[in-house]
T-cell receptor, first 113, second 115 residues
Framework: DAGVTQSPTHLIKTRGQQVTLRCSPKSGHDTVSWYQQALGQGPQFIFQYYEEEERQRGNFPDRFSGHQFPNYSSELNVNALLLGDSALYLCASSLLVTTDTQYFGPGTRLTVL | AQSVTQPDIHITVSEGASLELRCNYSYGATPYLFWYVQSPGQGLQLLLK??????LVQGIKGFEAEFKRSQSSFNLRKPSVHWSDAAEYFCAVGRSGGSNYKLTFGKGTLLTVNP
């Protein structure tokens, strides 16, 4: 049973560029949440997707957007990258109709130069 | 708004010693509470969780945590630490009353284990 997978593992971009990160949820899960973890900090909630719609959003600007596909996989897009967007981006999956735990992927390390 | 405080940024213990990592939360009702562990460069692994019922919960790797409503705390304990326990530990709170919750994390406690 595959867990949560994320790609790519590492990414280097320059300021002003755009980036897309990808996440495949754990088998049987239908909900995907994205978190940003800056160096030395705990993860911060960005948004959550279910049924291809954004259900909840944290305190992040509109430069952060996402998408969920019919197979429940998800993308996180960040436009107009800033140096402060450098972080580990974590994807977590869960099953909406239960109080199931959120299972995290290994993350994508984004460096903005 | 929900929040989590982990008062200890860094803790050092000797291998074989007992461990307690502190976590205090702020939430308007009974929350969902979690402890996750993160090894360097890795994602988060769930150690244990509390949703309801018995306030002492057992997790993986010999960890346990106790929910104390009166103190708004959910401290993590282990009776005897192993060198492989060295990692960063995060306490998190989620909204109760159903699924589709978001997690709010503390800033983490880095655990160093001396031989």
């Amino acid at each position: 049973d595959a867990g949560v997978t994320q790609s790519p593992t590492h990414l280097i971009k320059t300021r002003g560029q755009q980036v897309t990160l990808r996440c495949s949820p754990k088998s049987g899960h239908d909900t995907v949440s994205w978190y940003q973890q800056a160096l030395g900090q705990g993860p911060q909630f960005i948004f959550q997707y279910y049924e291809e719609e954004e259900r909840q959003r944290g305190n992040f600007p509109d430069r952060f957007s996402g998408h969920q596909f019919p197979n429940y996989s998800s993308e996180l897009n960040v436009n107009a990258l800033l140096l402060g967007d450098s972080a580990l981006y974590l994807c977590a999956s869960s099953l909406l109709v239960t109080t199931d735990t959120q299972y995290f992927g290994p993350g994508t390390r984004l460096t903005v130069l | 708004a929900q929040s989590v405080t982990q008062p200890d940024i860094h803790i050092t213990v000797s291998e074989g010693a007992s461990l307690e990592l502190r976590c205090n939360y702020s939430y308007g009702a009974t929350p969902y509470l979690f402890w996750y562990v993160q090894s360097p460069g890795q994602g988060l692994q769930l150690l244990l969780k509390y949703f309801s019922g018995d306030t002492l919960v057992q997790g993986i790797k010999g960890f346990e945590a106790e929910f104390k409503r009166s103190q708004s705390s959910f401290n993590l304990r282990k009776p005897s630490v192993h060198w492989s326990d060295a990692a960063e530990y995060f306490c998190a709170v989620g909204r109760s009353g159903g699924s589709n919750y978001k997690l709010t994390f503390g800033k983490g406690t880095l655990l160093t284990v001396n031989p």
